[in-house]
């Protein structure tokens, strides 16, 4: 069976310092990869998603990056955070096969101080 | 593009029955996905709908009318772990990135 992971689960960083969020996905192959984020009293915003290794698509300008060095491997990036990055980082991939819906790893609580 | 709009909370009571609403405008469609949110949880997989009427799975059920832009998700039988963010959301289109609404926060009272 496929499952989505994400790590780490909780993390506190101080404004100006960078960022690595990464995400894996096991039992499947050539998934469709999601970054989202929600803030706090907010929807679930998208923030990247990409279709394949090293294909990557920005919904949204920001300070943050994603990268697909493997086929099964999404990471999120920033080299300077800023307060308004702390939220709820949600990876995801597109499976289910009549319908098409998403599964969501376990979340990464940012808090940017 | 593409513009959802839910209540922004809700109260009911446990046992009774509560319809959440959703509406949506997309330059076209591709099925409308709801997604149950608890707090600080990642959300999961409620329903999909693709051609108009009711779907039902156990105690939820999932209307949709494309003429109208509308679906709502309808929970019997409330209990109180039903207290939760409900996520109403539709791909941009085809096998494509979904776009959530806002969410509604539902709170079950005893």
């Known amino acids: 069976s496929q499952t989505i992971h994400q790590w780490p689960a909780t993390l506190v960083q101080p404004v100006g310092s960078p960022l690595s969020l990464e995400c894996t996905v096991e039992g499947t192959s050539n998934p469709n990869l999601y970054w989202y984020r929600q803030a706090a009293g907010r929807g679930l915003q998208l923030l990247f998603y990409?279709?394949?290794?090293?294909?990557i698509s920005s919904e949204v300008p920001q300070n943050l990056s994603a990268s697909r060095p493997q086929d099964r491997q999404f990471i999120l990036s920033s080299k300077k955070l800023l307060l308004s990055d702390s939220g709820f980082y949600l990876c995801?991939?597109?499976?289910?096969?009549?319908?098409?819906?998403?599964?969501f790893g376990e979340g990464s609580r940012l808090t940017v101080l | 593009g593409q513009n959802i709009d839910q209540p922004t909370e809700m109260t009911a009571t446990e046992g009774a029955i509560v319809q959440i609403n959703c509406t949506y405008q997309?330059?076209?469609?591709?099925?409308l996905f709801w997604y149950q949110q608890h707090a600080g949880e990642a959300p999961t997989f409620l329903s999909y709908n693709v051609l108009d009427g009711l779907e039902e799975k156990g105690r939820f059920s999932s209307f949709l009318s494309r003429s109208k832009g509308y679906s709502y998700l309808l929970l019997k039988e409330l209990q109180m772990k039903d207290s939760a963010s409900y996520l109403c959301a539709v791909p941009l289109s085809g096998n494509t990135p979904l776009v959530f609404g806002k969410g509604t926060r539902l709170s079950v009272i005893a």
């Open positions: 990409s279709v394949g290794i090293g294909q």
């Open positions: 995801a991939w597109r499976g289910g096969v009549e319908t098409g819906e998403l599964f």
């Open positions: 997309t330059s076209g469609f591709n099925g």
